[in-house]
């Protein structure tokens, strides 16, 4: 057996981060900062590319410029303005993330679910947002089925529907496919992919060309990760 | 399973021989127990034996660790240093759950089939990192589960609240570690009274009881009253297997019994008399 395992351990702790580009143009994914981006769309599929650069501490057009050739490669799939992991969610779906993906929809989501009953009031006080903007989050919420409306007296109060869940359950298959199909193309670009780990919401592989290897996390659980955090 | 030398005089036969290879065992104990010198006796004795060494400290640092050990008279530390035999990594204040989650899996990819021996010291920060249970089960199984993969595992972890250790901090790892050790430390008297209790371990016949023990300088934790010389008698299971041969009962039954006491000792029976087992045994099968 060789030596060096403290050594090695200790540098994989001290590792900051895991961004590092790899060496020639091969594949999209080669370049660090686009890998954040594809990653970050797998987490919020069709996510604002302000919110894209603001949480990446990248400026909105390097955000858009990598959106961009994520595209064009086939890695990201667009429908209208907003673009989406190809394969990792339902296509038809595309509306339902970007409506997620608009200010306080996934905060006033994340409440109803922790506390099922919430009342307007508390629902609009806990989002900061005046009654009148709450109410008319809630409706969309409603139009795409994923919150419920009661009387209560003179209170209305928010109900989460299982369509999230169902939607969850029926997406696993596709998430599979997503995983596996990804690590094929990297093998087909050259970078010899390794599958390190495949738990239920994520995939991690390492990949790269020649002793230069880098690590990617990918989410692949959108139906809970674009909204599940947000409260 | 193979069994490695633990380096605590008088741990090895209450282990029934050892530490499993490429088992994960915790040590519990409140400040002062004895933690990180039985873990520096644990590291050190993989060392003569040419293995490697890791020493991950989540807390303490580095210098005084080493500090302590050079103080115990165990001056070798230093140079198994310099020849990075054995290697300190300072985690303190990093977000180790993350490493476990990223950079472990890819760690473990390389060095599957070492031999090291790794003590994590304390895991309690770990453990501190995620709040919710079920994740924390889910972080410390897979950080066990891989770490075993490179060598033999060795992690401290603090005792918190109850004593019967039965505080959530400790069942998780407690639950699912291969080995635990429990250090307990009576210090209300005038004369404090260590004790050592193996809680548990898997695939091992361990000593059930507690044993006092202390600490010395140059030799660390000294178990005392433990005869590991003395070689097993099996005068209860070969009188049970003289017993079985007068009664009747099915053939199956009798061949899988007399099978079973292969290999039995009379310390596994403790104290359970031939006769006694008999009549239950007879019981179970009649009418059968």
Redesign the interface.
């Known amino acids: ?1 060789p ?8 540098k ?2 001290a ?1 900051e981060g ?1 961004d590092e580009d790899l060496e020639g143009q091969g594949s999209s994914l080669s370049n660090a900062r686009r890998r954040q981006v594809f990653r970050y769309l797998c987490l919020r599929p069709c996510a604002r590319i302000s919110d894209v650069g603001r949480d990446l501490s990248m400026s909105q057009a390097t955000a858009r410029w990598h959106t961009w050739d994520l595209l064009e490669h086939g890695f990201l799939q667009a429908d209208g303005p907003r673009m989406f992991p190809s394969g990792l969610i339902d296509p038809d779906d595309a509306g339902l993330f970007a409506m997620l993906a608009s200010a306080g929809r996934a905060t006033l989501l994340a409440a109803t679910s922790e506390s099922p009953g919430i009342s307007f009031q508390e629902l609009s006080e806990r989002a900061h947002l005046t009654r009148q903007s709450a109410s008319k989050i809630v409706s969309e919420l409603m139009q795409f089925g994923l919150v419920s409306v009661s009387e209560d007296g003179r209170y209305r109060r928010a109900y989460p529907t299982a369509l999230l869940a169902r939607k969850r359950e029926a997406n696993q298959s596709r998430a599979d496919a997503f995983a596996e199909g990804l690590v094929r193309r990297l093998g087909e670009e050259g970078l010899s992919p ?1 599958l ?2 495949r738990s239920e919401g994520t995939l ?1 592989i ?1 990949f790269g060309t020649g002793p230069r ?1 880098v ?1 990617l ?1 990918v989410p692949l659980d959108p139906y809970a990760t674009a909204w599940m955090r947000a409260a | 399973m193979r069994k490695i030398r633990s380096g605590v005089y008088g741990l090895n036969p209450l282990l029934d021989g050892g530490v499993n290879e490429n088992s994960t065992t915790v040590v519990i104990g409140r400040s002062g127990a004895g933690k990180t010198t039985l873990a520096t006796q644990f590291i050190r004795r993989g060392l003569q034996e040419g293995q ?3 020493f ?1 400290s989540l807390d303490e640092n580095k210098e005084q660790i080493i500090r302590e050990a050079v103080e115990m008279g165990w001056t070798d530390i230093l140079e198994y240093l310099d020849d ?4 300190f ?1 300072d ?1 303190s204040g ?1 977000e ?1 759950s993350n ?1 476990i ?7 473990v ?3 599957k ?4 021996r790794i003590v994590v010291d304390p895991l309690t920060p770990v453990l501190w990192s995620v709040k919710d249970p079920y994740e924390q089960r889910d972080l410390i199984g897979y950080m066990f589960k891989e770490t075993r993969k ?2 033999t595992v060795l992690c401290t972890l603090e005792e918190h609240g109850p004593a019967d250790l039965t505080g959530p901090e400790t069942v998780i790892p407690m639950y699912l570690a291969d080995c635990v050790v429990h250090l307990k430390l009576n210090s209300s008297d005038a004369d404090p009274a260590r004790l050592l209790k193996i809680v548990k371990c898997r695939n091992s016949r361990h000593s059930p009881g507690s044993h006092p023990f202390q600490i010395i300088r140059g030799l660390g934790i000294v178990i005392q009253g433990v005869d590991g010389g003395r070689p097993a008698t099996i005068k209860t299971p070969s009188q049970l297997r003289q017993l079985l041969l007068t009664r009747s009962m099915p053939k199956n039954v009798r061949d899988s019994l007399e099978k079973s006491l292969d290999g039995l000792t009379d310390a596994d029976f403790r104290g359970l008399k031939p006769e006694e087992i008999l009549d239950l045994i007879l019981q179970e099968y009649q009418g059968a």
């Open positions: 057996m030596r060096g395992l403290g050594r090695a351990l200790q994989a702790v590792r895991l390794e390190l780990r991690l390492r290897r690590l996390e | 490697e060494g890791v991950v990075e035999l054995l290697v990594i985690a990093r180790f490493f989650r990223k950079e472990l899996p890819a760690f990819a390389d060095w089939g070492s031999t090291a490179v060598g």
